[in-house]
């Protein structure tokens, strides 16, 4: 099993509804990175997350850090099709960034 | 400012064949990375560096090596390719330790291995 889990694995919703992925690591969390991928294209910077209860937005994304739970959740209101795509968490590893294996968002006109 | 470019964006290899990745990055960062994308896999470190002459194993090493002889070049070695290692190939270059800094991602080496 990878160091951090993503769920759901695929998510497929309607234009306008509200959607949650979230990112579960089996170790304590110090710093924990949101990406968005286009599919066939590189890796677009959202947020970073450094400290426990914090939360950032960015346009209609918000992400929070639960450094207890060791979680962090991105939530996406009113989605749209430009949404569409591919979200990876990334979290550090004294220096190393490893990610989770990803979760693939449609969003349906 | 050209971020991080790598090189070359398409490749297709035989079985045996070996080849080199290149990766640059104009940002005197001193982490440098590099990754594999393969489907429902996410990103797996496949070797990184902290600095200029340094480089460490990530999750998946086999089968590859890295040099970083100067500070804004970092190489991936495949000596001799496998179909297994077919995938998409990320580089990406952080200025310092990671929890405090972006990380910025390179385009992208599409590498099949038939």
């Known amino acids: 099993s990878q160091e951090l889990e993503q769920s759901p694995q695929s998510l497929i919703v309607q234009e306008g509804k509200n959607l949650t992925i979230n990112c579960t690591s089996s170790?304590?969390?110090?710093?924990l990175y949101w990406y968005k991928q286009k599919y066939g294209e590189g890796l677009i910077f959202l947020m970073m997350l450094q400290k426990g209860g914090e939360e950032k937005s960015h346009e209609k994304i918000t992400a929070k850090l639960d450094e207890k739970k060791q979680q962090s959740s991105l939530h996406i209101t009113a989605s749209q099709p430009s949404h569409a795509g591919i979200y990876l968490c990334g979290a550090d590893r004294l220096g190393k960034l490893i990610f989770g294996q990803g979760t693939t968002l449609q969003v349906k006109p | 400012n050209a971020g991080v470019t790598q090189t070359p964006k398409f490749r297709v290899l035989k079985t045996g064949q070996s080849m080199t990745l290149l990766c640059a990055q104009d940002m005197n960062h001193e982490y440098m990375y590099w990754y594999r994308q393969d489907p429902g896999m996410g990103l797996r470190l496949i070797h990184y560096?902290?600095?200029?002459?340094?480089?460490a194993k990530g999750e998946v090493p086999d089968g590859y090596n890295v040099s970083r002889l100067k500070k804004q070049n970092f190489l991936l070695g495949l000596e001799s390719a496998a179909p297994s290692q077919t995938s998409v190939y990320f580089c990406?270059?952080?200025?310092?330790?990671?929890?405090?800094?972006?990380?910025?991602f390179g385009p992208g080496t599409r590498l099949t291995v038939t």
């Open positions: 170790k304590t969390l110090y710093g």
């Open positions: 990406a270059s952080l200025k310092g330790l990671a929890g405090a800094y972006e990380q910025y």
């Open positions: 560096s902290v600095g200029e002459g340094t480089t």
